[in-house]
């Protein structure tokens, strides 16, 4: 690990240089919204910016891709892997930690040859947030409004000048032949100490608790009646999860030609939230209520992952609440969850009192 100083005034220049070696994708504004696409013109690229409508997790798990063609006959079968060298640029902190996690989960078991080769190929340069992106964020609370880690170059904006930290093999080669990027001398460290520490005042805590109460708070509040409020106002609409970072659920389907000589088989997005997601043989659906669905996610989200992976579900980057319909959001279902414990305790221990008074 290592930092380097270079000028703002070429960082044009380094994307150029990248574009003519890699597809560079990062951050670009479209009709009033932030996307992950292609950079075609560094004018495009935008590196403060509110978080994207989909998360970058989209270059590593396609919403929609082939895995299998094969013959209907029986006479050929072969995985299909399209991947490319991509650079994707400007990734926030809070998309890091997500990315790390799907690292793991598919790294797990059955190892996913489709995410590793795009994995490898993927080299994710990321930019550290220097205010609260939007009022529904709360990577603070989460503990991903920094990151450490699960980067190859991270960029700081000192103002006149960007402090890349080069983390990884990978990053010193996308900085190999380029001149204009610098060793950091002590008075830069001094600088890039002093903006992480001015960072936090920019990050208020938006939970009611700390994070490390999430898994017994939840594990407490499975029956909870908020869960059924919340079913009552779900369109199942499953926005939350598809513009979600760590959400990595599928369906798989065959497509045959109509000559019905060949075929390919898909996988794509699917999301826990949608009718017939939980429709198993004869018909059963076994989360048909839609109170059923949120708690569900909301458990995933803030204990089962955080339980079985030490990884936390959440991220806190605010993007489920933007798209929410009903506004539904974490940082409410939290903190009322949270509200509601404290207030049964309370009047539990109100009650215990006043049997023991003689």
Known sequence: MSYKIMPRAVLSDWVDRLRQQYRVVGPLEKHGQFVFDEITSVDE????YPPTILPPKKYLVPPREVMLQYGLDGSRIEATIDSKPTVILGIHTCDLHAIKLLDHVFS???VDQHYQTHRAQTYLVGIECLTQCTEQSFCRDMGTASSADGYDI??????DVYALNVSTRKGTKLLDGFHHAFDAMPTDMERINQKFSEKWEQFPYRLEF???EMSDLLRECYDSDLWEELGERCLACGMCTQVCP?????????EAD???????????????????????????DFRARLSARQRHRFMRKGKYQLDGFGIVGCVGCGR???????DITPIGVFNELFQRTKAEGERVELVTEAEATP
């Open 45 to 48: 690229l935008c590196l403060d």
């Open 108 to 110: 797990q078991g059955y």
């Open 154 to 159: 991270h960029i700081l904006d000192l103002g």
């Open 210 to 212: 700390d994070i490390v």
């Open 246 to 254: 760590t959400c990595y659920c599928f369906d798989v389907t065959d």
């Open 258 to 284: 109509l000559r019905l000589e060949k075929g390919r088989r898909l996988r794509r997005w699917d999301s826990c939230q949608i009718h017939q997601f939980a429709t198993v043989a004869g018909g059963h």
């Open 320 to 326: 489920c609440a933007t798209s929410c319909l009903v």
